[in-house]
Structure formats: structure tokens, C-alpha cells
């Protein structure tokens, strides 16, 4: 369920018009300009207009809140990654994952091909090891050594009103990335890239 509430009011008693809005002055003063010469016509079209154009009220892009999950197409656990620099830490286990969503990234309605996303991820690390490969343990326990951030930005493939169900983030090998917005959950047969095989254990 949702709710709308008023825009606040900022200095000077002014607040920007939401595209509803804008349309039923565009519409009033369309009516207003009925029986006008062609030159008022003109001039109240444009005041119209300029209604919109500082906020872009009129133009404003439609967007729609999707839950996120991420599928590891790899033998490395993915620890944490974030979606355009949001996120937090959510372990994907090798060759898994995709069980579970996480509230929320946004997106256009429409999609539009210029539409691109940054995903910056971090592998489960290595247990610190010596000279002649034996594990490290300091005060009773092992050294995890964190590995290093990676960031790739993708598009995002096209997808219509009835895709709308979730973004996925794929995790391939060479430490690629890939998106998708589908109903579909990834381990249905006709989803791609295909659903892996569950692999290696977390160090």
C-alpha cells in the first residue's frame, strides 16, 4: 500500500508543481486561451510550458521499486556488493545463490538503452598462510585476508512492464558481471544465463 503526502513548502511560499499538477494548469490555461487571438493563444501556451520546464515537473520518469538478489556463476564466495554504491554485506555462495531478496533498487518503468549500472563486489578472501603454505593462527584463530574490491559497470538488457519482477546480479568467471530484470527466479528453465551447479565451500 502506498500513500502520498503534501510537498513540503520551501521559502517564499513556493513548491514545485508534480507532473498532475502541471497538467491541470497546462489544461486550464489551454481553456482559458479559447476564444483569444491567435497572439494570447500563443503567449498562454508558453506560460503553460514554463511551468514545467525549471523542475522538469512535466517530464518526471516514471520509476518502480524491484528487490535485488545475486547468482555466483564462480568458485569464490561473493561477501558483499553494492548496486550504484548502495547495498551491504549479503554472502553468495559459489556456483549458488538467488534463494533470497533484499529491498530495493529503482528502476525506469521503461526501459531505455542508454541504462547502465555499477556493481562493486569483494570475494570471500584467503585464509593468510607462511612460507610453506600452512595456515597462519594468531591467538587461537585463523587470518582471513580480505580480498580486493572489484567494480565493473554493465547495461542493463531490455525488459518490458511485465518483467518487472526482480534485478539480478550475475557473478561470472574472470571476474565479469551481468544484470537482469525478469519474473522469472534463476533457477526456472527458461531463464538465462542457466542456474549453476553448487560448488566449493566458504573458506
Same mark, same amino acid.
Given at each position: 500500500?502506498?500513500?502520498?503526502?503534501?510537498?513540503?513548502?520551501?521559502?517564499?511560499?513556493?513548491?514545485? &508543481?508534480?507532473?498532475?499538477?502541471?497538467?491541470?494548469?497546462?489544461?486550464?490555461?489551454?481553456?482559458?486561451?479559447?476564444?483569444?487571438?491567435?497572439?494570447?493563444?500563443? %503567449?498562454?501556451?508558453?506560460?503553460?510550458?514554463?511551468?514545467?520546464?525549471?523542475?522538469?515537473?512535466?517530464?518526471?520518469?516514471?520509476? @518502480?521499486? &524491484?528487490?535485488?538478489?545475486?547468482?555466483?556463476?564462480?568458485?569464490?564466495?561473493?561477501?558483499?556488493?553494492?548496486?550504484?554504491?548502495?547495498?551491504?554485506?549479503? =554472502?553468495?555462495?559459489?556456483?549458488?545463490?538467488?534463494? %533470497?531478496?533484499?529491498?530495493?533498487?529503482?528502476?525506469?518503468?521503461?526501459? =531505455?538503452?542508454?541504462?547502465?549500472?555499477?556493481?562493486?563486489?569483494?570475494?570471500?578472501?584467503?585464509?593468510?598462510?607462511?612460507?610453506?603454505?600452512?595456515?597462519?593462527?594468531?591467538?587461537?584463530?585463523?587470518? &582471513?585476508?580480505?580480498?580486493?574490491? @572489484?567494480?565493473?559497470?554493465?547495461?542493463?538488457?531490455?525488459?518490458?512492464?511485465?518483467?518487472?519482477?526482480?534485478?539480478?546480479?550475475?557473478?561470472?568467471? =574472470?571476474?565479469?558481471?551481468?544484470?537482469?530484470?525478469?519474473? &522469472?527466479?534463476?533457477?526456472?528453465?527458461?531463464?538465462?544465463? %542457466?542456474?549453476?551447479?553448487?560448488?566449493?565451500?566458504?573458506?
Amino acid at each position: 500500500m502506498s500513500t502520498t503526502s503534501p510537498r513540503p513548502m520551501p521559502e517564499g511560499g513556493l513548491r514545485p &508543481l508534480s507532473p498532475r499538477e502541471g497538467m491541470q494548469r497546462l489544461k486550464a490555461l489551454s481553456c482559458a486561451a479559447t476564444g483569444l487571438s491567435k497572439r494570447w493563444r500563443l %503567449a498562454l501556451t508558453a506560460a503553460a510550458l514554463l511551468l514545467c520546464l525549471p523542475l522538469s515537473a512535466c517530464l518526471e520518469e516514471e520509476t @518502480i521499486g &524491484l528487490s535485488y538478489q545475486a547468482v555466483n556463476h564462480t568458485d569464490q564466495w561473493v561477501s558483499s556488493f553494492l548496486i550504484n554504491g548502495e547495498g551491504g554485506v549479503i =554472502n553468495v555462495p559459489p556456483q549458488g545463490g538467488g534463494g %533470497a531478496t533484499t529491498c530495493c533498487v529503482t528502476l525506469p518503468r521503461r526501459w =531505455n538503452p542508454d541504462m547502465k549500472v555499477t556493481i562493486k563486489w569483494q570475494g570471500g578472501g584467503k585464509w593468510l598462510t607462511d612460507a610453506d603454505g600452512k595456515e597462519v593462527i594468531r591467538d587461537g584463530r585463523q587470518v &582471513l585476508v580480505e580480498d580486493p574490491w @572489484i567494480e565493473r559497470t554493465v547495461p542493463v538488457p531490455e525488459y518490458t512492464a511485465q518483467d518487472l519482477g526482480h534485478f539480478t546480479v550475475h557473478f561470472m568467471p =574472470n571476474n565479469q558481471v551481468q544484470v537482469k530484470v525478469s519474473v &522469472l527466479y534463476p533457477w526456472h528453465k527458461d531463464y538465462l544465463p %542457466a542456474y549453476p551447479k553448487q560448488g566449493a565451500s566458504q573458506p
